[in-house]
């Protein structure tokens, strides 16, 4: 009985591995008809209903992530501005695992901003099927480790957001890769890098890439009102010793999908809201202005997880327990629910739903070559 109930723990991801991959043909055709309807309605609708589809989306995926995993969340700092009135941030994040997406789901659900995430993502994101091209589409933009880019699309993207006023959060992890703490390589290479030029040395956080945050400030600094710095933390995520008293030994962030099988109960997640009128504007300042705000996250994770058991498992002070309401990812659900009916329902749905996976990675992967 006990061997049963561990492989169902270790199965438990199987469910929304399923629901979230398996909706996608049935979230581009919803898109498709959108994008179709609104070439006939005014310059910028086709936006504000790509938002609300994108929420709506997200929503099925939280309803997963936050509710069916039971996970706590813990929020410390600014975390009121959630509960404030909407804003157009840039969200800097340490990045750690994948996960670290969803969390900012999460923090811009709270504040009604879910559809109004766009992503500065790594390149070789773009070659995943369907996701790849839509995140594009939805006004994310690639940039290669080294803060290259296709200039000409990042500027199109960009004009898009300022000219049409779109409301915006714009995710950036700046480390550029995961901190993953059993790649002692690359983090030694990260330290050595940093010592090399004058840089701090960190010990929780990779030393960021600064070009494309950089970019992103300078491009659409008239259209901030801040820049949220968010530092993210997994409970269970280190081990203590006997002959090790004095340090913490810290495991790896959660996967994807490994984060179902209840090995980190609780995400903590610390917010600092920086007006943007407080950010430097000379490039060479918002360069020192980043490395200092990862040398700060670097002392939050150093408490974080830390041996020192009043320090241990939180961010200190003004800690509120973040309980998101089942009842507004529900609807969402429902309605993947009944329109996914109509595909496996019938031979003729089946039948679209397999042609909608071949004909829209195939065109998603010429959109993206075309640099559309």
Request: neutral net charge.
């Amino acid at each position: 009985m006990l061997s049963l109930i561990v492989h169902m723990k270790h199965l438990k991801f199987v469910l929304p591995a399923a629901v979230i991959f398996g909706t996608v043909p049935q979230y581009f055709v919803l898109w498709a008809a959108w994008r179709f309807i609104s070439l006939f309605l005014p310059s910028g609708a086709y936006e504000r209903g790509d938002d609300v589809l994108y929420s709506v989306y997200q929503k099925l995926i939280l309803l997963f992530y936050e509710h069916y995993s039971g996970v706590e969340v813990y929020l410390y700092g600014d975390h009121e501005v959630l509960n404030g009135k909407k804003e157009n941030i840039l969200y800097m994040s340490n990045h750690q695992s994948s996960v670290d997406w969803v969390v900012s789901d999460l923090l811009a659900d709270r504040q009604g901003s879910l559809g109004h995430l766009r992503y500065v993502l790594k390149d070789q994101l773009k070659y995943i099927p369907m996701y790849g091209w839509y995140f594009s589409a939805h006004g994310g933009v690639y940039v290669k480790r080294t803060g290259g880019s296709d200039g000409s699309v990042v500027e199109k993207h960009f004009n898009n957001i300022r000219d049409k006023q779109l409301p915006v959060w714009l995710v950036i992890f700046p480390e550029g890769t995961r901190y993953n703490i059993d790649r002692r390589d690359v983090i030694h290479q990260s330290q050595q890098f940093a010592s090399k030029n004058g840089l701090p040395v960190l010990e929780h956080c990779l030393s960021p890439r600064t070009t494309a945050t950089l970019i992103c400030l300078q491009r659409l600094r008239d259209h901030f009102d801040a820049v949220y710095d968010v530092t993210i933390a997994y409970s269970h995520q280190h081990t203590h010793q006997e002959e090790a008293k004095d340090r913490t030994i810290r495991k790896s962030g959660p996967g994807l999908f490994e984060f179902f099988e209840g090995g980190f109960p609780e995400l903590h997640i610390h917010i600092t809201r920086i007006p943007i009128s407080e950010v430097p504007e000379d490039p060479e300042e918002i360069k020192t202005w980043i490395h200092q705000r990862f040398q700060t996250k670097d002392r939050l994770l150093d408490d974080f997880f830390s041996p020192d058991k009043s320090l241990q498992n939180s961010f200190g002070a003004n800690k509120v327990n973040s309980i998101g309401q089942l009842k507004s990812v529900l609807p969402s659900t429902l309605m993947f629910v009944a329109f996914s009916l109509s595909f496996f329902g019938t031979g003729c749905g089946l039948w679209l739903y397999s042609r909608v996976w071949m004909f829209a990675t195939v065109g998603g992967y010429v959109y993206i070559l075309a640099g559309l």
